[in-house]
């Protein structure tokens, strides 16, 4: 089996600028493989966003500490050089942001951001580079394309500065996408317009996707797998389609009870997840979730956070008390 596109392992990530420390990412470790997508879900504040940056070292340096490893396509994100580094943004990984209008440039053009991004990156002349925006608007489906090359973002509906910002990140052709929660501004339609869009774009450029969402409906919509995170770990990690089937964590549980679905009866009241995430900088011993777990016993408030334990399917969960989730299979300790 080759070796994944994306090898992370241990990743920490400690913001040191406040009064205390903020563990914000607490040993994360996750494979990519070419052409996969994954999705990371889970509440705000549980490290997402974070781990996503990580990847790209757009954390801010002097007041964040990083720990573990990343590798993507051979590199060792972790040691590069400023000048290689700069090469690797957007050329081996590109990000999609959450709100477009931010993080495109308000006073340049949409073609000059993207033709100066491919000219940073390849010895083309402005009129190729020019030449493949137009068909970067045209593969992400912008209409009117060569007069939208000359709008600025606020001249744009935000469904089309998304699709916009989509193709900005393909223009040097990365092999790794980070979608950092891309539909949460955009209305319901338009999301399901993006959300197919990345998807087919995964499909025929064969490209590996890492997709943030609070929305597990997205996460199903785009991703192959899915990685729930809760106070800064992965607690349970499995396909789509088992993770939806039979989920196998609390945590993941309470997710998909809290949403709504068709089998709900009129009127009926959404289940919710008691309590709230817990403070990063005083996380409780044993299992964060364990405040407000239905399942918590006196073993999981004890010591340090639960192991991964490997479950059947080759999917895993961080908890203690797992195969009260599902009495016929039993895990045993991830290697």
Known sequence: MTDPYVRIRDLGVTFTGGAKPVRAV?????DIREGEAVALIGESGSGKSVTM????RLNPEKRSRIEGSIHVGG??????????LARFRGAEVAMIFQEPLLALDPVYTLGAQITESIRRHEPVSRAEARARALQLFERV??????RRLDSYPHEMSGGMRQRAMIALALACRPKLLLADEPTTALDATVQIQVLLLLRELQRDLGLSIIFVTHDIGAAVEVADRIAVMYAGRIVEEASARDLMRAPRHPYTI???????????VKGARLDTIPGAPPDLANLPAGCAFAPRCFLAADSCRRDDP????????GRTARCLRVEHTHPDAIGTPAH
């Not at 940056?53 to 790209?56: L, S």
């Not at 309470?254 to 709900?264: D, F, I, T």
């Open 141 to 146: 489906r912008i209409p009117s394309p060569e």
């Open 53 to 56: 940056r990580a990847i790209m």
């Open 254 to 264: 309470g997710l998909l009870k809290s949403r709504a679905h068709g089998a709900m």
């Open 26 to 30: 607490g040993g994360v470790s996750l």
């Open 75 to 84: 590199h060792d994100v972790m040691k590069l050089g400023a000048r290689r």
């Open 306 to 313: 639960p192991p991964l334990v490997a479950l059947d399917g």
